[in-house]
T-cell receptor, first 114, second 109 residues
C-alpha cells in the first residue's frame, strides 16, 4: 500500500543510453513532481504536473521529458544520458485544495551513468 | 526569486543537548515545511507551518514560523541518536516548493 512508488530503485547505465523512470501514486493527489538530488544532497524541482498537464518546467535539458498518462502516474524519460545526470531522482505528489502544498515523496531512483 | 538558506549545514551534537536549526527565506511566504531524510532514504514530512506564529511539536522536535522575520526554527530538545538525519526546510513561493540545502545532524554519545 505504498503511497508514492518509483521503479527502478537503482539504475546503472552507460553514457549515451536512453532510460525511463516510472512513478505512481495511490493517494488520489492531483499534482506530481520530479526532483533531482545531487551528490551534495541539494534538492531541486525539475517538473510539476497538475492533473496530467505540465505546469512547471524548470531549467532542465530537453533530453529530459516527463510523461503523465493519467493523474496517478508521472514518468521521466531521459535521452542521451550524460555523466552529470548521475543523481537520485525523487517523484512526489501533493493534493490540490486544502490551502497548502505538503508533498509526499517516493523512495527515489539512484541513477549512475558510467 | 525565492531563496532559502539553512544553517548550520552540518551539526554534530551530544546526546542530551539542545540545539536549533535555522531556516531563512528571501520573499514573503506563510507556508513552510520541514522534512527529514535518513541516509539513502526518501524525504519524510515532519511539520507543516501555515501562518505567522505557528508552532508544531512532535516528540523532541519543535518547529516555529515567523513570517515577518522570514524565519523558521527547528528546535531539538535532549537529542538522541535516532534523530541523526538530514533536515530540510522548504518554502512555498511562486513555484511549489524551494528547498534549503539541508542540515546534516549527527547525534553522538
Amino acid at each position: 500500500d505504498t503511497a508514492v512508488s518509483q521503479t527502478p530503485k537503482y539504475l546503472v547505465t552507460q553514457m549515451g543510453n536512453d532510460k525511463s523512470i516510472k512513478c505512481e501514486q495511490n493517494l488520489g493527489h492531483d499534482t506530481m513532481y520530479w526532483y533531482k538530488q545531487d551528490s551534495k544532497k541539494f534538492l531541486k524541482i525539475m517538473f510539476s504536473y497538475n492533473n496530467k498537464e505540465l505546469i512547471i518546467n524548470e531549467t532542465v535539458p530537453n533530453r529530459f521529458s516527463p510523461k503523465s498518462p493519467d493523474k496517478a502516474h508521472l514518468n521521466l524519460h531521459i535521452n542521451s544520458l550524460e555523466l552529470g545526470d548521475s543523481a537520485v531522482y525523487f517523484c512526489a505528489s501533493s493534493p490540490l485544495g486544502g490551502g497548502y502544498n505538503e508533498q509526499f515523496f517516493g523512495p527515489g531512483t539512484r541513477l549512475t551513468v558510467l | 526569486e525565492l531563496k532559502v538558506e539553512q544553517n548550520p549545514l552540518f551539526l554534530s551534537m551530544q546526546e542530551g543537548k539542545n540545539y536549533t536549526i535555522y531556516c531563512n527565506y528571501s520573499t514573503t511566504s506563510d507556508r513552510l515545511y520541514w522534512y527529514r531524510q535518513d541516509p539513502g532514504k526518501s524525504l519524510e514530512s515532519l511539520f507543516v507551518l501555515l501562518s505567522n506564529g505557528a508552532v508544531k511539536q512532535e516528540g523532541r522536535l519543535m518547529a516555529s514560523l515567523d513570517t515577518k522575520a522570514r524565519l523558521s526554527t527547528l528546535h531539538i530538545t535532549a537529542a538522541v541518536h535516532d534523530l541523526s538525519a538530514t533536515y530540510f526546510c522548504a518554502v512555498e513561493g511562486n513555484t511549489p516548493l524551494v528547498f534549503g540545502k539541508g542540515t546534516r545532524l549527527s547525534v553522538i554519545a
